[in-house]
């Protein structure tokens, strides 16, 4: 079978399409047939090894210890280990694997779900990394509830567009925060209020807010204090290039002493994205309807390097999707920029 393989630590130069093993599953794994998978920027960090934390993590100190990119993905069971009960060979999934990059990839039984009829498998893989990350830093480390008022700095790109969408789904109000040239994209998956970044100040003008959701923020933790309800929450979960390591420490290091001299709670998101009750909730709206990818664009998997660059640009409107055994040239898809 065809993977992408990286060997080193490196650009997207360092990423290859080799021939490699097809994998077997293990005993509560599946082997899946990918027809399509997603970009995130965790791919991104671990083609690159930075920070070195993504290497401690990984296991591959001065190498790749798992030499094939890709996590989320959608496609065909293939076949299922010796234990694994929850699906059969044929059953269409989405969900998240190892090496899905590839034109098939395992996955635990437990990090998966049945596709939704409604979706394609393209569709469908650029859901679950961005989506549990929206879902449990809205819910758990936000603690929304019905009605109150959340801020999104960042409402344009994989988790942000999530975001947006199921906070209108648990009844917030909703304002997000673009660029320009996203104003009606932002308001199109559902925002009540949109604010232009390059016009105006999102915690200094005036509103308040039961919680701050910096999805791409590069606001200091003071700043994002300032535009909190008095019994509001902020919730870092990444931040600009630029800004990311000050969001960080901020929020580890201040964060904790900020929640300690009055009612607001301030942090970093950390909660662990358990997969398999959190993807059925987020497969329950997709299917009402209530929750739609935003796909920006679409690359085959031999150009994988090239999506993998436009990621990295830092400029993506929603998410960026790999097609396996389809397209046999680059091109943006033609649904770019539309929600599917």
Do not use: W
């Amino acid at each position: 079978m065809k993977a992408i393989v990286y060997t080193r630590y490196g650009s997207p130069d360092a990423l290859q399409l080799q021939e490699v093993e097809k994998p077997e599953p293990s005993d509560y794994q599946v082997l899946i047939k990918v027809q399509a998978a997603s970009v995130n920027a965790y791919d991104c960090r671990l083609m690159r090894g930075k920070p070195f934390l993504v290497r401690i993590i990984s296991g591959g100190l001065l190498k790749p210890k798992d030499q094939q990119l890709g996590i989320d993905l959608a496609g065909r069971v293939e076949a299922v280990g010796r234990k694994a009960t929850q699906f059969q060979v044929g059953d269409e999934v989405f969900g998240r694997g190892l090496g899905a990059f590839a034109d098939y990839a395992c996955a635990r039984e437990e990090a998966l779900v049945l596709k939704p009829a409604n979706l394609s498998f393209e569709a469908a893989a650029a859901v679950p990394g961005a989506a549990l990350i929206a879902l449990l830093s809205l819910r758990d480390s936000g603690q929304l509830r019905p009605g109150q008022t959340v801020l999104i700095d960042g409402a344009t790109g994989g988790v942000g567009t999530f975001a947006v969408q199921l906070a209108k789904a648990f009844g917030a109000e909703v304002t997000g925060v673009c660029s320009t040239r996203n104003l009606d994209l932002v308001r199109s998956i559902g925002a009540d209020h949109v604010i232009d970044y390059t016009q105006a100040d999102c915690t200094k003008h005036g509103q308040r807010y039961d919680l701050i959701l910096a999805v791409n923020g590069y606001h200091s933790i003071f700043a994002y204090k300032r535009a909190l309800r008095p019994t509001g929450r902020y919730v870092m979960v990444g931040a600009s290039k630029a800004h990311l390591m000050r969001a960080v420490l901020q929020a580890l290091l201040l964060g904790p002493v900020l929640s300690r001299t009055g009612r607001q709670k301030m942090g970093l998101f950390l909660a662990k994205p358990t997969q398999k009750k959190n993807l059925a909730i987020i497969k329950d709206l997709l299917e009402a309807g209530k929750v739609v990818p935003v796909i920006d664009r679409s690359y085959p998997l031999r150009e994988v390097p090239d999506a993998i660059r436009y990621v990295e640009e830092g400029h993506i409107r929603g998410k960026v999707v790999i097609t396996v055994e389809q397209n046999n040239h680059t091109s943006e898809s033609p649904n770019q920029n539309e929600l599917y």
